[in-house]
Nanobody
Framework: VQLQASGGGLVQAGGSLRLSCVISGRTFSSNVMAWYRQSPGKQRESVARLTSFGTIEYADSVKGRFTISGDGAKNTVYLQMNSLKPEDTAVYYC?????????????WGQGTEVTVSS
């Protein structure tokens, strides 16, 4: 499985970006797609999660501003980011965790950089 993230860039505060994560290779029916981010000097944090059962979770810091969605036909997961703030500046990574029985598979994309200027 390979994950290819894209869509990052430089945007002014209050602006929007949409990140995309294209998944290639074999995928399993039971999985969780997620976006994480990491700012310089900080630990990687979960931003949004979408399970194969349709459950969605967001970090408190992005609730009401970010939306995670998936397009099964395109094998793509999106992160729509609105009302961006300078503190959203980070490298964003997509992640897929799949389970086959008790076996857990964990895959990461290469990251796409988001810079929000004030």
């Amino acid at each position: 499985v390979q994950l290819q993230a894209s869509g990052g860039g430089l945007v002014q505060a209050g602006g929007s970006l949409r990140l995309s994560c294209v998944i290639s290779g074999r995928t399993f029916s039971s999985n969780v797609m997620a976006w994480y981010r990491q700012s310089p000097g900080k630990q990687r944090e979960s931003v949004a999660r979408l399970t194969s059962f349709g459950t969605i979770e967001y970090a408190d810091s992005v609730k009401g501003r970010f939306t995670i969605s998936g397009d099964g036909a395109k094998n793509t997961v999106y992160l729509q980011m609105n009302s961006l703030k300078p503190e959203d500046t980070a490298v964003y990574y997509c992640n897929q965790v799949s389970w086959v029985g008790v076996l857990k598979y964990d895959y990461w994309g290469q990251g796409t950089e988001v810079t929000v200027s004030s």
